[in-house]
């Protein structure tokens, strides 16, 4: 059964420290990688990787994609109270066109 | 500016109404999605559409239905059938090419009376 699982659940960490966020996958015929970060509404976009080892960066975050050991890593630097967010991960199938999500990680930053 | 508009943004229902959901798009995606996200639970899909007049179940399609009518319109009726069915929904939209990332309007709250 394809899943895709993220760790930590949780993460507390103070502002300024460095975060990095995993999630692993067993997706037959995946197609990409994509995460969001989910505040109170609905999740907004940050990247969508589909070859491995091309870090993909925007401002502060940054992420890459394994194929080969089946994950991907989203880092956090200088974390900022307004990163607080609930991050997801999911994984595009290339058979059809559902997504298959993670629980997603809670990040708290605290000041 | 192109995006996603869901509405109502919250919405009250009677036990044994049915309410239904408005998602329209002006991205020119071919594919819409509708899921369902409970407090502290990934998301779950209810049901997708890649073309007009046509759509497919998702994990947890009972009790809900859409139609396709429009390429830019992808409503959701929640049925009396669907037991429990306070929760947050999520509409989305995609391309077919490319990695096709999902980009969601912003939801819309259904609480039961």
């Known amino acids: 059964e394809d899943k895709v699982v993220q760790s930590p659940l949780s993460l507390v960490v103070h502002e300024g420290d460095t975060v990095t966020l995993n999630c692993s996958y067993e997706v037959t015929n995946f197609r990409s990688l994509l995460w969001y970060k989910q505040e109170k509404k609905a999740p907004t976009f940050l990247f969508m990787l589909?070859?491995s080892g091309i870090e993909k960066k925007s401002g502060r975050l940054s992420s890459i994609l394994d194929k080969k050991e089946l994950f991907s890593i989203l880092n956090i630097t200088a974390t900022q109270t307004g990163d607080s967010a609930i991050y997801l991960c999911?994984?595009?199938?290339?058979?059809?066109?559902?997504?298959?999500w993670g629980a997603g990680t809670k990040l708290i930053i605290k000041p | 500016d192109g995006g996603i508009t869901q509405s109502p943004k919250y919405l009250f229902r009677k036990e044994g109404q049915n309410v239904t959901l408005s998602c329209e798009q002006n991205l020119n995606h071919d594919a819409m999605y509708w899921y369902r996200q409970d407090p502290g639970q990934g998301l779950r899909l209810i049901y997708y559409?890649?073309?007009?007049?046509?759509?497919q179940k998702g994990d947890i399609a009972e009790g809900y239905s859409v139609s396709r009518e429009k390429k830019e319109s992808f409503p959701l009726t929640v049925t009396s059938a669907q037991k429990n069915p306070t929760a947050f929904y999520l509409c989305?939209?995609?391309?077919?090419?490319?990695?096709?990332?999902?980009?969601f309007g912003d939801g819309t709250r259904l609480s039961i009376l």
């Open positions: 989305a939209s995609s391309g077919l090419e490319g990695g096709r990332a999902q980009h």
């Open positions: 559409s890649q073309i007009v007049n046509d759509f």
């Open positions: 589909t070859s």
């Open positions: 999911a994984v595009v199938r290339d058979s059809n066109y559902q997504l298959i």
